[in-house]
Every structure is written in C-alpha cells, then in structure tokens.
C-alpha cells in the first residue's frame, strides 16, 4: 500500500469524504474509496447523503468489500425484486431493500466506530437540514434515502425524514463540521442526464433467459405507463418528470452549495448515461470511480502534503 506524506505541520491531516446523492449513479462511491485505499489514505470521516449515506455506512462498517461483491451480481431482475411498491409517500417504501441489508450486513451503532460518520437528512416539517451522528449505521442511512416521490419517507426520532439531497447534496460542510482538514467530495450531480428509466428494449440481450417473457412484459407495461415516448413531443411521463426535476434541483444546490463550502478536490464521475433506476450497472459505476481517483492520484498526494 502506497505511503503518503505528512502535512506542513507535521502531521497526517484530517481526511473527509463527502459522498453525494445521485442514486444508481452512487456506486461510483464504491470505486472512489476503495482507489483511495489503494493510495493508503482512509479517511477520517466520513459523511453522505442519499447513496452516499449508504454506501458510507456499508464502508465504516467493514463491509465495503463484500458490498461490492454482491452489488456488481445485481441484475436488473433482482432490482425489480426489490421493489416493494407503494402509493404512499413513494413509488417504493424501501423496507425491503433495507431490510435484506439489515440481515446481509452488520449493523453497528456510529458511536461506536473507528471513524467519524454522519448522514444527511431533511425534515419533512419543518425542512430542515438534520445530521445523523449516532444510532445504527444502516438505520441513518435509511433516513437519508427518500428521494421525493419515488422512495418513501422514515420516520427517525419521531421526526419524518426526506432524502439528504434536497439540503444539501455534497455534504463537505458535514466533513468541516466534524474535523476535516482536507476534503474530498463526490458530485454525482455534474451532469443531467437524459433517461431516468431503464426501458425494456436492450433487456433480452442483457438479462438472456434470467428473465421470463411475462416478468419483461410487466416490467414493460409499468414502464410504458409511468414513462413517456421517445418522441420529443410526446407528453413527459411520471418518471421522466420526478428524474429530471430531481436531477435540476441537486444540481442547482449542489453548485450553490459547493460555491460557498469547496472541496479540496472534487472527483464527477462521468455516468451521464445512467438512469435513477440502473443499480444492475454497478460494474461501470465502480470502475469510473477508480478511473477517478487514478487520474487524479498526484493531485490527492500533493494535497496530502500541503494541508
């Protein structure tokens, strides 16, 4: 494992890691820290928000590793299973995900961990900013994941809670607050993308006979009533809305937010083509994510050296 140097004042800095909100586009985390590993730097705290406080979590846990694993085996079968669907408060509750998480993977309370980890949240009443910084790890997570009408809201502290991103998307601020020298931040809302939906073109080919005629037809029929045409003129349907209108507000408070709070370095993965709903695609996230830190490998040893 690489060396890395010590700071003018004769010390290692403090290393944050702010992971931001992006959904599919999340796994990048997953490259980017274990890059980083690579590199010999681990952070010191660790802070996310939407994807990022889960995939944040799984990591001070222990679990990154064994995370990938199973993420990189996700087909796009296996999303749909997941899917516990629901009209109220979101397209899906998010119980069962986080249920088959809390049964895969430990669990452990903040307090009790080795680095310094908070999520980031939104209360529902009273819209405020709330970071989560004690409590079982998967359970602050659970709390920053409810993207407005697609995953439900939790209920954390007696207080409902919607997903970090609608606050603040990259949570360097959060990296500040808990004693981060240098920063390093993930802006997975760099680019707005144009498909927000996996169709069901391109999935025979993909998914092959895992996936039965009737189970391609159901997923095709919900597509085809929640999402609209290819035409340009035809009227945006229900997930091309709430994508795009997700997608334009983070970035619109990621940029107001990292202009007033900057990162040391920012790393955007580039997954312009990726959809809210492509978590089978966690291959490519992973590797843009080490592609990332690779590129940018001088630049986050010089600024280990510089803090």
């Given amino acids: 494992m690489a060396e890395h140097s010590t700071g003018k004042r004769g010390r290692r800095p403090t290393v944050g890691l ?12 997953i490259g980017v820290i274990q ?29 990154l590793d064994a995370f990938e694993e199973w993420v990189t085996r996700l087909t796009f079968r296996d999303v749909i ?5 629901s009209f109220s408060g979101g397209f899906v509750k998010g119980e069962r995900l986080f249920s088959f998480f809390s049964e895969q993977h430990l669990n452990p309370k903040i307090e009790e961990l080795t680095q310094r980890f908070a999520t980031v949240a939104t209360d ?77 073109d391109g999935l025979v080919d993909e998914m092959g006979e895992a996936v039965s005629a009737e189970e391609r037809s159901m997923w095709g029929k919900m597509v085809d009533y929640f999402s609209s045409e290819d035409d340009a003129n035809a009227t945006p349907g ?24 900057p990162a040391e370095l920012t790393l955007i993965p ?18 843009e994510g080490r592609r990332l830190v690779r590129a940018n490998a001088e630049r986050i040893q010089w600024l280990m050296g510089r803090v």
């Fill in 81 to 85: 299973g997941f899917l516990d669907i």
């Fill in 238 to 261: 229900f997930f091309d809305v709430i994508g795009a209108s997700v997608n334009i507000m983070q970035d619109r408070i990621t940029r107001s937010r990292m202009a007033g709070e």
């Fill in 124 to 200: 529902m009443q009273l819209g405020r900013e709330v970071w989560i910084q004690s409590g079982p790890v998967l359970d602050a997570a659970r709390a920053s994941c409810a993207l407005p009408g697609l995953f439900s809201p939790v209920k954390h502290d007696d207080r409902w809670m919607l997903d970090g991103g609608l606050v603040n998307p990259v949570p360097v601020s959060v990296c500040r607050a808990l004693g981060a020298d240098l920063v390093i931040a993930v802006n997975l809302n760099g680019q707005l993308i144009g498909r927000h939906l996996s169709h069901d």
């Fill in 18 to 29: 702010a992971l931001g909100s992006g959904s599919a586009r999340g796994w990048a985390h």
């Fill in 270 to 287: 580039m997954l312009e083509d990726f959809a809210i709903m492509d978590f089978h695609r966690a291959a490519d996230a992973i590797e």
């Fill in 35 to 63: 890059e980083l590993e690579v590199l010999g730097i681990r952070p010191d705290v660790v802070a996310g928000t939407s994807i990022g406080a889960l995939v944040g979590g799984v990591y001070v846990a222990g679990q």
